[in-house]
């Protein structure tokens, strides 16, 4: 198991030595906060915390399973991107 964290820079990982204390299907869930618009053609939904994580179904319950796919795939390209560039954040004073 690894203990990771999200940022719209990538995702981050410090292996555990819990591994060796829980089963092996165990597995964490991540929780997100989604924001769902209904219309005419459906419901689209975002995930805010994920920049420019989109999607969208025909049903509420279809732009739900769509948006966890959605994240899915976005925190893999965030840990693929991640192992190519240095990223870092600074404050800027106004």
């Known amino acids: 198991m690894t203990f990771c ?3 719209p820079f990538g995702v981050f990982g410090l292996p555990s030595k819990l591994d060796l204390l829980l089963p092996q299907d165990y597995a964490e869930t991540m929780k997100y906060r989604v924001t769902l618009i ?9 995930c805010p915390a994920l920049r ?7 049903t509420r319950e ?3 399973a769509n948006i966890r796919e959605a994240i899915r795939d976005w925190l893999a390209a965030e840990a693929d991107e991640a192992k190519l560039f240095k990223v870092s954040e600074a404050e800027v004073a106004i």
Not at 38 to 46: A, L, Y
């Open 52 to 58: 420019g994580c989109h999607s969208q179904g025909k």
């Open 62 to 64: 279809d732009a739900l």
């Open 5 to 7: 964290w999200a940022t």
């Open 38 to 46: 209904e219309h005419e053609d459906g419901v689209s939904v975002r």
